[in-house]
Structure formats: C-alpha cells, structure tokens
C-alpha cells in the first residue's frame, strides 16, 4: 500500500515522490530473475514467468516498440538549455513518449532540479539541497515508443555547461 505524506501549502519533499524507485533500471533489473543485461537501455521482449499462482490469464499484448533510455551521466547543465531540449523531446515524440523523470544538476544553482512529465506534460522545480562534497550526478529516464536512444544522449550533451 502507498504511504500518506502530508502537504503542507502543495509542498511536498521531491525525493518522497519521486524516490520510490518505480522506474530505477538498476532495482528493476536486479529484481528480474535470469539474465538480463545491465545497459543504459532496454526493450521489452515480453519474457515473463508465471509460476505457483491460480488466477485467470490474459492475453498479454508487448509492443517491442516500447522501450527506455536512461542517461547517467555527471556535469551541470545549462537549465534554459535544459527546457528548450525537452520541450524540442516533447514536439518530436510527446504522443509516445509515456514517461519521463530526471534529477539534474544545474548550473549556478545548490539545488538539485527535478522534473517528471507524461506525454506532453512537463514539470520540474528545485529540489534537494546538494551536500558540498557530493557528486553531482545527471540521472533521467525516458520511456516510450521508438525512442532514439543516440538522439537523446546527443540532445542531454548539447545542454551541458
């Protein structure tokens, strides 16, 4: 069951609900069993196990379309840049771009900048404060339908200071 945070004025710690890890590669794919190989990207190729269960099956329809990109990735980042780069994103693939989230280290800024958008719909604000010792670290996700992985990495790269 989901946990109930309190909102105080639409205030709302970002790492509380974005920090749920429900689009974390990393967990997810340490989670599948098998082999599954560890890459900033992943297709769907729709191999799941059903085992020790009694309930109805469906039909499960898996379009090998669908797939995410992840990017990694540290320097600090231009946020006009940024914005112009994803509403550009948003244009070119908003109908199937299902998901997107980020936390991105912006330039002249101490705090961590998270966004998250579905389809055309994108949202960011500043975040956590960075520990002065802390590696600031670029990590964004996409998922949707034929995302060009390359073209993504290049766009991030053109918004790096």
């Known amino acids: 069951m989901a946990q109930i945070k309190q909102a105080k ?3 709302v710690d970002m790492d509380f609900v974005l920090g749920v890890g429900g689009y974390d590669l990393e967990r997810i794919e340490s989670e ?5 190989p560890s890459s900033s990207s992943h297709q769907d190729d729709s191999g799941h196990e059903h085992k020790g269960h009694h309930h109805h099956h469906h039909d499960h329809v898996h379009d090998s379309a669908v797939s995410s990109v992840s ?3 540290e320097g600090t980042l231009d946020l006009d840049e940024v914005d112009d780069w994803l509403e550009r994103v948003i244009e070119e693939k908003g109908d199937d771009l299902y998901r997107m989230k980020g936390v991105l280290s912006v330039d002249s800024s101490d705090q961590r900048y998270v966004f998250q958008g579905v389809h055309s719909m994108l949202d960011g604000c500043p975040g956590k ?3 002065p010792n802390e590696k ?12 060009d992985e390359t073209a993504l990495k290049k766009g991030f790269k ?4």
């Open 9 to 11: 004025f639409g205030s």
């Open 32 to 36: 599948v069993p098998g082999e599954c």
């Open 71 to 73: 990017i990694v990735a």
């Open 129 to 131: 404060t960075w520990e």
């Open 136 to 147: 600031r670290i670029n990590k964004l996700v996409f998922i949707g339908r034929n995302l």
């Open 158 to 161: 053109g918004c790096l200071v």
